[in-house]
């Protein structure tokens, strides 16, 4: 049974405009990570909107946990490639937000203070960054940022994590050390993630699945299942079996970007 499914859904952003997605049908099982790669302006962003809710499509339908999206879902975690902390805040309030915009846990708040705010800084100690919840965005660095965004995504327990190029903005080892991060995150307790990448390194080293979308309008081209066994260390991208996977998707892409 799908958790997230797609049949046949188009969305045009103006009333009879031109599709920014067209006739994508997708299923998504619980628990399965999900990374969708794809030229820019394919309607990646997109397929996240019609995930969350945030606009219902122009054709087809969108299910989650078999129920037709109808609106914004409460069981959905976000984060991009901003890391957007509130800088008036400091970590640990930025973590907590959801808690206090999301039932039950917004009437919950004053009788689970102490409780909520321990799960709050297990998870940033989760994380590495124990310690760190008295401090202020503007002064963690750009991946100190990003971890705490992450803890922020996850902190009301979603089933759901929708990911837009989380790790764009950082650098090469910084982004490792994050995939890494949420590799164990997703491991230790699995919710169904779907990850917007332009990294076909990052998709094939975090995912289960990688979709391959069409330039626009947007259309799933390919379905990659990622046969590595896990859990997957970092070394397994230097191993044939991943350069193989990284080469056969970058193989469509460039088709794609010829076409
Ligand atoms: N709010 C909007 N109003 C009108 N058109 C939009 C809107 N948002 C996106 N679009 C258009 O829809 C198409 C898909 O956009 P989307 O942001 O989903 O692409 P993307 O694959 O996420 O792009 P990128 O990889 O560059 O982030 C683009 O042509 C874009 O211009």
Not at 97 to 121: C, G
Not at 171 to 193: G, I, N, S, Y
Not at 242 to 253: Q, S
């Amino acid at each position: 049974m799908s958790f997230v499914k797609f049949e046949n859904v188009s969305l045009a952003y103006a009333p009879g405009g031109a599709n920014a997605i067209e006739d994508v049908s997708l299923d998504i099982r619980e628990g399965e990570f999900v990374a969708v790669v794809g030229p820019s302006g394919c309607g990646k962003s997109t397929l996240m909107k019609l995930v969350s809710g945030l606009k219902p499509p122009s054709n087809g339908y969108v299910f989650v946990d078999g129920r037709e999206v109808g609106g914004p879902l409460k069981i959905v975690g976000m984060a991009f490639q901003a890391a957007n902390l509130l800088p008036w805040r400091n970590t640990l309030d930025n973590v907590m937000l959801p808690l206090e915009i999301v039932e039950p846990f917004r009437s919950n708040l004053k009788k689970e203070k102490a409780q909520y705010t321990a799960d709050a800084e297990a998870l940033l100690a989760r994380v590495g960054l124990a310690g760190y919840g008295s401090k202020f965005p503007w002064e963690l660095s750009g991946g100190m940022q990003q971890r705490a965004s992450i803890c922020r995504a996850l902190i009301h327990q979603p089933r759901l994590l929708m990911l837009d190029e989380p790790f764009g903005a950082l650098d090469a080892f910084t982004r490792e050390e994050l995939w890494c991060m949420l590799r164990d995150l997703w491991q230790e307790k699995p919710f169904t993630v779907i990850l917007v990448t332009h990294d076909l390194r990052e998709a094939v080293f975090l995912a289960d699945t990688v979709y391959v979308m069409s330039k626009r309008p947007g259309r799933i081209l390919v379905r990659k299942e990622i046969d590595l066994p896990r859990p997957r260390p970092l070394d397994v991208t230097y191993t044939d079996s991943f350069a193989a996977y990284v080469h056969e998707l970058r193989d469509h892409i460039g088709r794609i970007r010829e076409s």
